[in-house]
């Protein structure tokens, strides 16, 4: 049965594209079925993975908002067992657009059910805000994997998103459940890092995943490569890291 994660985290440039993306890949790696929706207006999901948005009509747009099916939207990517269904400049308009629309906490999950049966993970990349893109990601998903900075404006942000989870889970998504926090942009040389990852381990228990992503120059240069880490430079510190939290994620939802 098909595994629906939601990368999530309000606050901007915690690495949650790059780890959706990565995390993707990764999982097509391990010879996973896969497909990644970009949620995000800014589309940098498609642009990681070498997609032009003028190259292509495809867009998670018209699916949200009922005027084109799931199945025509969906893109093949460089990555065998990858496919990706794109976001568009459109997109920008749907939190707006979604206040007057029926169901409109539900509108990604439903258009979602008809190609569910061909993936074994849906990875759902959010924007960095909690508005109607966000919720429907959440009333979506089974669980949620947030990448987080070692930094103290962090801590606070994981309380605030936690609570938003929580009321999702209350409100809408039973089923919703936080699967992990991720710590990216690891550096630990500084103290601040390891005092802040102190505290999250302790607060939130296995919850954290074993695995930190290192702050790395390969990851944060293969974007405008236009590929994932993985293939840009497969034997870099973050890409590896990223194979083994995709390993972890496979434990905590299969059990494998």
Known sequence: MVKIIAFANQKGGVGKTT??????????AIKKRVLLVDLDPQGNAGTGLGFNRASHPQSVYGVIMGTATAGDNILSTAVQGLHMMPASMALGNAEIELLDVANNAFRLRDALASVAEFYDYILLDCPPALGFLTLNALTTADSVVIPSQCEFYSLEGLSQLETSIQEVKTKYNPKLEILGILLTMYDKRYG??????????????????????????RISEAPSHGKPA??????SPGAQAY??????????TEGE
Request: aromatic share 8%; net charge neutral; hydrophobic share 50%.
């Open 230 to 235: 993985l293939l840009y430079d497969f034997q």
């Open 243 to 252: 194979l083994r939290v995709a390993t972890e994620i496979v434990q905590k």
């Open 192 to 217: 601040i890092t390891r005092a802040v990852e102190d505290e999250l381990r302790e607060m939130f228990g296995d919850k954290v995943f074993k695995t930190v992503v290192p702050r790395n120059i």
């Open 19 to 28: 780890t959706a993306i990565n995390i993707a890949t990764s999982l097509a």
